[in-house]
């Protein structure tokens, strides 16, 4: 399956699902001054991904890495449909969980998605994402799995279930981002998440507006443009405004000091759209093309010892959702 997503009904056969990771590049009003909280901006990535099996057995069984989360979806979706959803799954890659990447919601629908093909079910991905409970603030990591793409969400009203998408745009082709993850430190999650979420001071009005403003009037015109200096100015602004509101939270604008140290570098060689995604530690840049990501990549890791400490991925736009699609057929 690609495109937007659409329930699939493979019942009977093997099924494989490849979700996308994400970055999260910022929220626009966190506190809702405007009536609806949070909105939000991100974009799908092509190398980052969770893969999964899953094949019919006479209950549930869960392997491979961050098996947990995954029998904790699957247990979720069965308790809201009331129903047992016996199956083998196998994960066979796993993004890193608790680092702004989306493991967690990517995860959850993967498994639901992959249970629906499986036993024949109806199930939109609203409800999949309901019943496992994601989106709580964020439509991002929804929308990457639905479709990819470059996807700005309208955040939560006071009847939400999950953040509309309002905008999905396709970035272009050569636009790389440099992702920087620091295997060493995790960013909020669980209890402390909802804790530090609670305990931030209200996000300025004047500031939301000007976000919105920027990111509708210049950022996302300068995407369709292919203006990347344009763009990745208003994802700084963005960044730079959200990240000094989580600063008490997390110690500062960054969650690690070795990514903030190296963004801080590549900014210097020219690279744009500096930021974290969510919480972190993960942290992000953007350069015109592929031969700049690779050269920028080599020069950080030259200079700073910092840079070595951290795993550096070079990463693509995703231009589609997750990957649905049947293995060998029983027999």
């Given at each position: 399956?690609?495109?937007?997503?659409?329930?699939?009904?493979?019942?009977?056969?093997?099924?494989?699902?490849?979700?996308?990771?994400?970055?999260?590049?910022?929220?626009?009003?966190?506190?809702?001054?405007?009536?609806?909280?949070?909105?939000?901006?991100?974009?799908?990535?092509?190398?980052?991904?969770?893969?999964?099996?899953?094949?019919?057995?006479?209950?549930?069984?869960?392997?491979?890495?961050?098996?947990?989360?995954?029998?904790?979806?699957?247990?979720?979706?069965?308790?809201?449909?009331?129903?047992?959803?016996?199956?083998?799954?196998?994960?066979?890659?796993?993004?890193?969980?608790?680092?702004?990447?989306?493991?967690?919601?990517?995860?959850?629908?993967?498994?639901?998605?992959?249970?629906?093909?499986?036993?024949?079910?109806?199930?939109?991905?609203?409800?999949?994402?309901?019943?496992?409970?994601?989106?709580?603030?964020?439509?991002?990591?929804?929308?990457?799995?639905?479709?990819?793409?470059?996807?700005?969400?309208?955040?939560?009203?006071?009847?939400?279930?999950?953040?509309?998408?309002?905008?999905?745009?396709?970035?272009?082709?050569?636009?790389?981002?440099?992702?920087?993850?620091?295997?060493?430190?995790?960013?909020?999650?669980?209890?402390?998440?909802?804790?530090?979420?609670?305990?931030?001071?209200?996000?300025?009005?004047?500031?939301?507006?000007?976000?919105?403003?920027?990111?509708?009037?210049?950022?996302?015109?300068?995407?369709?443009?292919?203006?990347?200096?344009?763009?990745?100015?208003?994802?700084?602004?963005?960044?730079?405004?959200?990240?000094?509101?989580?600063?008490?939270?997390?110690?500062?604008?960054?969650?690690?000091?070795?990514?903030?140290?190296?963004?801080?570098?590549?900014?210097?060689?020219?690279?744009?759209?500096?930021?974290?995604?969510s919480w972190g530690p993960t942290g992000f840049?953007m350069v015109a093309d592929e031969q700049s990501?690779?050269?920028?990549?080599?020069?950080?890791?030259?200079?700073?010892?910092?840079?070595?400490?951290?795993?550096?991925?070079?990463?693509?736009?995703?231009?589609?959702?997750?990957?649905?699609?049947?293995?060998?057929?029983?027999?």
């Amino acid at each position: 399956m690609t495109g937007p997503f659409k329930p699939a009904r493979l019942q009977g056969a093997a099924i494989e699902v490849e979700a996308p990771g994400r970055l999260h590049m910022g929220f626009l009003d966190i506190s809702g001054s405007s009536g609806r909280r949070f909105g939000s901006l991100g974009v799908g990535l092509k190398e980052i991904v969770t893969r999964i099996r899953l094949r019919p057995a006479d209950r549930l069984e869960v392997s491979g890495p961050d098996a947990g989360r995954a029998q904790q979806a699957a247990n979720a979706l069965s308790m809201s449909l009331g129903r047992e959803l016996p199956a083998s799954i196998e994960i066979v890659d796993a993004i890193p969980h608790h680092a702004g990447l989306g493991s967690g919601t990517q995860m959850a629908l993967a498994v639901g998605a992959g249970l629906a093909a499986l036993h024949g079910l109806d199930l939109s991905l609203e409800a999949i994402a309901t019943a496992t409970h994601r989106g709580a603030r964020s439509g991002i990591g929804i929308g990457a799995f639905s479709e990819g793409g470059l996807i700005l969400d309208g955040g939560r009203g006071p009847k939400t279930l999950v953040p509309p998408v309002i905008a999905r745009l396709e970035m272009p082709p050569a636009w790389r981002f440099l992702i920087l993850l620091d295997r060493h430190h995790q960013g909020l999650h669980g209890s402390p998440e909802v804790t530090a979420f609670s305990a931030l001071p209200r996000f300025p009005e004047d500031a939301a507006a000007r976000l919105c403003h920027r990111l509708l009037m210049q950022g996302l015109p300068a995407v369709l443009e292919q203006q990347l200096q344009e763009f990745g100015d208003v994802v700084s602004e963005l960044q730079r405004a959200v990240g000094d509101h989580f600063a008490p939270s997390q110690g500062g604008r960054f969650a690690s000091q070795d990514v903030a140290d190296t963004l801080s570098f590549l900014e210097t060689q020219g690279a744009v759209g500096v930021g974290q995604s969510s919480w972190g530690p993960t942290g992000f840049c953007m350069v015109a093309d592929e031969q700049s990501a690779l050269a920028l990549k080599a020069a950080c890791e030259k200079a700073l010892p910092q840079a070595r400490k951290l795993t550096i991925h070079i990463g693509t736009p995703r231009r589609q959702g997750a990957i649905i699609k049947t293995q060998d057929p029983l027999v």
